[in-house]
Each structure stands twice: as structure tokens, then as C-alpha cells.
């Protein structure tokens, strides 16, 4: 079964960090570019951050940038986000996503986001609250 499992999420008091992994079984993720994504009650989903699986380069939102990092480890078919200085800000359902794009940058996380083909895990909730 092709598939995407997030974990990681829980509750944390502001300036806490987190890391979520995701990993995925049924596919290998080696050909695939990755991308992490969150989602509030009411709100569309928000791209954070992606990865090339071409050349490894990243990419994350301004929001995020210094705060947030996404990696990989192809040998274990896992993609992580670490986030640091989270804020109240941050709560939502975060989601891992993959798909085969070839494009890096801001580009590449539009795509994967509007890419009937992605692949998407079923989200792990993130609540930052003191």
C-alpha cells in the first residue's frame, strides 16, 4: 500500500522545538521531490518547505525560513521537518507530501501542492500553547 505517515506532532509551550518525521511505504522516495505543508481549521493548506530530489537543494517560506528545516534520509524512506522557536502562530496540521516534479524552489512547493499525483500523508497536529 502506497503511503505517507507523518508523526511527530503534540503540544509545546512557545519556544519549544519539534521534529516530525514522515515515512513512506509502498514507494521509495529516492525519485521523489518532498514537501511539508500545514493546514488550520478554515484555512487553505500552506506550503513551508521542499526539497529536490534531484540535487538536495531546499527551499521554505519566509515564515519559516531559520526557523524550520526539512531533510531527508533516503535509506530509511523518511523526510523530517525540524522546527524551532515555534510560536502560537505555528499550531495546525502539518502534512508530508511527494511527488515527481524535477524543479526547484518556491516553484517546486507550488507544484507539489497543486499536483493531482501527489502523494499526501494524513497530517499530525502541531499545537504551540502555553
Known amino acids: 500500500q502506497v503511503q505517507l505517515v507523518e508523526s511527530g506532532g503534540g503540544l509545546v509551550q512557545p519556544g519549544d522545538s519539534l521534529r516530525l518525521s514522515c515515512v513512506a511505504s509502498?514507494?521509495?522516495?529516492?525519485?521523489?521531490?518532498i514537501g511539508w505543508f500545514r493546514q488550520v481549521p478554515g484555512k487553505e493548506r500552506e506550503g513551508l518547505s521542499c526539497?529536490?530530489?534531484?540535487?538536495?537543494?531546499?527551499y521554505h517560506v519566509p515564515s519559516v525560513q531559520g526557523r524550520f528545516t526539512i531533510s531527508r534520509d533516503n535509506a530509511k524512506n523518511m523526510v523530517y521537518l525540524q522546527m524551532n522557536n515555534l510560536t502560537p502562530e505555528d499550531t495546525a496540521v502539518y502534512y508530508c507530501?511527494?511527488?515527481?516534479?524535477?524543479?526547484?524552489?518556491?516553484?517546486?512547493?507550488?507544484?507539489?501542492?497543486?499536483?493531482?499525483?501527489?502523494?499526501w500523508g494524513q497530517g499530525t497536529q502541531v499545537t504551540v500553547s502555553s
Open positions: 507530501a511527494a511527488e515527481q516534479v524535477g524543479i526547484t524552489g518556491m516553484a517546486l512547493l507550488i507544484r507539489i501542492w497543486g499536483s493531482k499525483g501527489t502523494k
Open positions: 526539497m529536490s530530489s534531484a540535487d538536495g537543494s531546499t
Open positions: 509502498g514507494f521509495s522516495l529516492d525519485d521523489y521531490d
